[in-house]
């Protein structure tokens, strides 16, 4: 996975220490060469590239970014997507139930 958003690469490996499934959907990463939809990728939770924070900064299944993408965490959790893969404010990671506590 390249990493093309200036991450240092301390809060990297710190945010990859923290993240090893899906924030969202809980599935466990893979490399990209054997499952693309399963391989991580980098979430900004407030879609702005420029808050590098560990509050901000994820790392989600492609399946769930693509689905995500520019849309508000609360209004996505609404999505059919997240319906049929039981995906609720009560089921994501700590770090979504916190941005969700925080408002999002
Ligand atoms: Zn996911």
Redesign the pocket.
Known sequence: MANNWNIPAWFEAEIRARDKD?V????PFTLSKISKK?AASWEHIINDEKIITRENIAL??C???ASKGQKQLSVWLQSKYCKERE?TEKSVAPIIKQAIANGL
């Not at 969202?24 to 599935?27: D, E, F, S």
């Open positions: 899906c969202y959907c809980g599935t399963s989600c299944c399946g769930c970014n995906i």
